[in-house]
């Protein structure tokens, strides 16, 4: 059984900085991604990272402010958010996929519960 648990989400100044955990136990697929979804909007793609090699890819919106990050000893992969906005107001979730360069959520197999991230301006 595959569990997804994020946490470290708040409320922040825009401006700041917050760092994402997700613990994944169970048996995960090979590519972990992160997704936020705000209201009345659809679920997007943040980044993504492959735990063996820890290649990594991210959306245009988040790229150069936001790193995607594992440590394969303790099962988690992090989300280290810098330079936030308003707009990155969402909740965050993680998940898991069997596909290597996967953006779309149709191709993440299991989900956290997610974590809800605010920036005041």
């Known amino acids: 059984q595959v569990q997804l648990v994020e946490s470290g989400g708040g409320l922040v100044q825009a401006g700041g900085s917050l760092r994402l955990s997700c613990a994944a136990s169970?048996?995960?697929?090979?590519?972990m991604g992160w997704f936020r979804q705000a209201p009345g909007k659809e679920r997007e793609f943040v980044a993504a990272i492959w735990w063996s090699s820890g290649s990594t890819y991210y959306a245009d919106s988040v790229k150069g402010r936001f790193t995607i990050s594992r440590d394969n000893a303790k099962n988690t992969v992090y989300l280290q958010m810098n330079s936030l906005k308003p707009e990155d107001t969402a909740v965050y979730s993680c998940a898991t996929s069997p596909y290597r360069t996967a953006r779309s959520s149709s191709q993440y197999a299991y989900w956290g519960q997610g974590t809800q991230v605010t920036v005041s301006s």
């Open positions: 169970g048996h995960i697929f090979s590519n």
